[in-house]
């Protein structure tokens, strides 16, 4: 069974500092994503990284894929009010498009 | 290009009882995935279907089922409703080819 488990579970910082989420797994994934969700709403899809090493920029988001595709990391500079929600990493199951969730971060940004 | 679009938002029902959620997807796609997100936790892949069948199923009971129609939204059904089924039930589509999901807000199930 694939498992992705995300660190920390809850994350409570002050606006302006930085912070680290973490995605692991044992299993090697074809790709990941990682997504965030706010109450009441759906996920919303942030990146897909699909190549082992792959580093990619959203603005002040920077996702990392580990070199062996087991897992990723989001880092995030400067966090402000309007980064809090539950991110969330998706594994695709390798040659489906069947994803399989992380079990959730949870920030929360303090003005 | 209109996204995807759950009913109803939210529900109740009683254990036993039987329900069905409904999802329009997002206008092109051809694949609907649904999740069920118990509060807290990360979404849970039930299953997805793809020109009407089922195509990959994830670990749950034959009581969850659901359906594909040719204008490609879906319909995810649950009998003999158990407390634990009281969750959010999100519902994706993806287009040809491409692996992204695009969820719709939910559904809201309470079962007392």
């Known amino acids: 069974t694939q498992l992705l488990e995300q660190s920390p579970q809850f994350l409570s910082i002050q606006e302006g500092e930085n912070l680290t989420v973490y995605c692991n797994s044992s299993?090697?994934?074809?790709?990941l994503q990682w997504y965030r969700q706010e109450p009441g709403e759906g996920p919303v899809l942030l990146v897909t990284?699909?190549?082992?090493?792959e580093v990619k920029k959203l603005k002040r988001l920077t996702f990392q894929f580990g070199d062996a595709r087991k897992d990723s990391s989001l880092h995030i500079t400067a966090a402000q009010p309007g980064d809090t929600g539950l991110y969330l990493c998706a594994g695709a199951d390798s040659g489906t498009y069947k994803y399989i969730f992380g079990t959730g971060t949870r920030l929360k940004v303090l003005a | 290009e209109t996204g995807v679009t759950q009913s109803p938002t939210h529900l109740i029902k009683t254990r036993g009882q039987q329900v069905t959620l409904r999802c329009s997807s997002q206008?092109?796609?051809?694949?609907v995935s649904w999740y069920q997100q118990a509060l807290g936790q990360g979404p849970q892949f039930i299953f997805q279907y793809y020109r009407e069948e089922e195509n990959g199923r994830g670990n749950f009971p034959p009581r969850f089922s659901g359906l594909q129609f040719p204008n490609y939204s879906s319909e995810l059904n649950v009998n003999a409703l158990e407390l634990d089924d009281s969750a959010l039930y999100l519902c994706a589509s993806s287009g040809i080819g491409t692996g992204e999901l695009f969820f719709g807000e939910g559904s809201r199930l309470t079962v007392l």
């Open positions: 299993s090697v994934f074809s790709s």
């Open positions: 990284v699909v190549t082992g090493g």
């Open positions: 206008s092109g796609h051809n694949t």
